[in-house]
């Protein structure tokens, strides 16, 4: 089992800016309630979905056009034995321009295979990051609850 952290990555036509811009909009791209500042350095936001999982992120980096880091300062998830898996893990965003297009590169920074979680948590960022934050911002319109989808 490797030890490597969790990335996705895509290319889009829009500008670092138009990206970096995106990212901040929590609430058009991750599914669930959002309560808080989501693109001020220094603030904190929660992530909640049903009772399944809950969590707490500082935003500790905020370069526009170029990369956004929130700090899991609290989680809670409901379905595995270690229900604070994801505190003190680092959620990145890395924006660069790769000729005429714009890459996203995501990592979460210790969320790893040894995690009992990752499997599902995987699944789950691979669709808001790659579906959900993509089609956000392609189109600019936020995107439904993919959880909910059969």
Request: net charge neutral; with cysteine; hydrophobic share 35%.
């Amino acid at each position: 089992m490797k030890n490597q952290d969790f990335t996705a990555s895509f290319l889009v036509e829009q500008t670092p800016q138009q990206v970096f811009d995106a990212i901040n909009n929590v609430r058009g791209w991750w599914s669930g309630e959002i309560n808080g500042v989501t693109d001020k350095i220094g603030s904190e936001f929660t992530y909640s979905y049903s009772d399944a999982h809950r969590s707490t992120q500082k935003i500790t980096e905020l370069v526009p056009g170029k990369r956004i880091v929130w700090y899991v300062t609290d989680a809670y998830i409901s379905f595995v034995p270690k229900k604070d898996e994801w505190k003190g893990t680092s959620i990145i965003f890395e924006i660069t321009k790769k000729g005429d297009k714009t890459e996203v590169h995501f990592t979460h920074s210790g969320l790893t295979p040894k995690f009992v979680c990752y499997g599902d948590c995987s699944n789950a960022w691979e669709m808001l990051i790659t579906d959900n934050l993509r089609n956000l911002i392609i189109s600019g319109k936020a995107q439904g609850d993919v959880f909910t989808k059969n």
